[in-house]
Every structure is written in structure tokens, then in C-alpha cells.
């Protein structure tokens, strides 16, 4: 089936660890994205990349990095340095380009720091 | 600047009412998507609808219907005879034509509780 992946479903973190969540999509789609999301709030951007090798910065990187050596992987490293890591993490895929592009979900990481 | 405002922060329905989700946009660009996604319980977000900002026919997919308006810049979506499996977040986004390369802009979301 096509899709896309998020594992682990739930993550627990002691303060000070670095945790790395996975995101993989065999939709053979050329971007990806991350968001958080927190209680009661909407979706914010993290990290996105629209090609192998290449990534941006979103509204809210600080704290987090990525890689995008695979077009179909796309993990997300929550580091010591985010203050408050505990939320859920989407992980999305789209085109990236043209009027049919829709960004398509993952069934999400939630993450809890101890 | 962009931005999509979702005024509702939740709504409460009995089982076979309509309710409407209003969605209110911000743009520069003269091209743009709208997008209206779905979260249940689960956590997941299911893509339901996109439209392009050249098309502003109403659309209707069995109980579901979508108003856009560009004379308000509003994108809203009715739930015609609510039910139970309705109850869930339900967020509009917004991805401008090419200001802003392909990010999307998500509003806060509308908590929905359909009661039986």
C-alpha cells in the first residue's frame, strides 16, 4: 500500500537525550515536511525539503535537525537544545510543485519528555 | 502576509443537525490552494479537499459541501446531517501560488463534537 510511515507512534525522552523519529513515504513524492503540534494549537513547520540533499528551515527549527538523503526517508532529530520537545509530530508528503500539490499525513510521533 | 484564521475554536452538534466550519484567509498572491483537512482521534490528518483560487464553484461530496468566496476570502465547510464519525479537528490551510515556495499555512483548527 502507499503511504507514508511515522514510527515510533510514541516516544519517551529523558531531558538532555537526543531522539530521532523516523518518516518514510513510497508515494514517490519529491517533498517532505515536518510539523509539531501541540494541544489545542494548529500545525507548525519545522523543517521541509523539496529534493534530496536539500532542506529548509521552517517557523519553528530551532532545536531540531534533518536529514533528506533518500527521496524516501525523512527522519527528524529532536536535540537537547528544544526546551520543550514534548508534542506531536506530523510528518507530511507532497509534489512540492504545481496545482494538484496536496500535502499528504502521517499517522504521527507523540513524543513526551520525562 | 499569510494567514488562515479559523474563528471557531469548537463547535457542539446533536447527531443529525448541519453545522458549518468557517474559514478565513490571507493572501498577496492571485494564486493560490485551499485545503481542508480532517484529524480524528487517531491523530492522522486525511486530506478531504483542494481548491485553486480560479475555481470558485460550491462543491459537494455526499454530505459534505464547500463555499468559496474570494469577495470575503473565505473558504467554509458545511456538514450536512451530522454523525457521530464527524466528531474530529478540522483544519483549513492555505498554500500561496509562489511567494512563499510551497509552504502551507494551517489555521488552528475546529474542534467538532457531534452528539449523539
Known amino acids: 500500500d502507499g503511504g507514508i510511515t511515522q514510527s515510533p507512534k510514541y516516544l519517551f525522552r529523558k531531558e538532555g537525550q537526543n531522539v530521532t523519529l523516523s518518516c518514510e513515504q513510497n508515494?514517490?513524492?519529491?517533498?517532505m515536511y515536518w510539523y509539531r503540534q501541540d494541544p489545542g494549537q494548529g500545525l507548525r513547520l519545522i523543517y521541509y525539503?523539496?529534493?534530496?540533499?536539500?532542506?529548509q528551515k521552517g517557523d519553528i527549527a530551532e532545536g531540531y535537525s534533518v536529514s533528506r538523503e533518500k527521496k524516501e526517508s525523512f527522519p527528524l532529530t529532536v536535540t537537547s537544545a528544544q526546551k520543550n520537545p514534548t508534542a506531536f509530530y506530523l510528518c507530511?508528503?507532497?509534489?512540492?510543485?504545481?496545482?494538484?500539490?496536496?500535502?499528504?499525513f502521517g499517522p504521527g510521533t507523540r513524543l513526551t519528555v520525562l | 502576509a499569510q494567514k488562515v484564521t479559523q474563528a471557531q475554536t469548537e463547535i457542539s452538534v446533536v447527531e443529525k443537525e448541519d453545522v458549518t466550519l468557517d474559514c478565513v484567509y490571507e493572501?498577496?498572491?492571485?494564486?493560490?490552494?485551499l485545503f481542508w483537512y480532517k484529524q480524528p482521534p487517531s491523530g492522522e490528518l486525511v486530506f478531504l479537499i483542494r481548491?485553486?483560487?480560479?475555481?470558485?464553484q460550491n462543491e459537494i461530496s455526499g454530505r459534505y459541501s464547500w463555499n468559496f468566496q474570494k469577495s470575503t476570502s473565505s473558504f467554509n465547510f458545511t456538514i450536512t446531517a451530522s454523525q457521530v464519525v464527524d466528531s474530529a479537528v478540522y483544519f483549513c490551510?492555505?498554500?500561496?501560488?509562489?511567494?512563499?515556495?510551497?509552504?502551507?499555512?494551517f489555521g488552528t483548527g475546529t474542534s467538532l463534537t457531534v452528539i449523539p
Open positions: 525539503s523539496q529534493i534530496v540533499n536539500d532542506f
Open positions: 481548491r485553486n483560487s480560479f475555481d470558485e
Open positions: 490551510a492555505l498554500r500561496p501560488g509562489v511567494s512563499t515556495g510551497n509552504q502551507f499555512y
Open positions: 508515494l514517490n513524492h519529491d517533498a
Open positions: 507530511a508528503s507532497g509534489l512540492g510543485t504545481g496545482s494538484t500539490d496536496t500535502q499528504y
Open positions: 493572501t498577496r498572491d492571485t494564486t493560490y490552494y
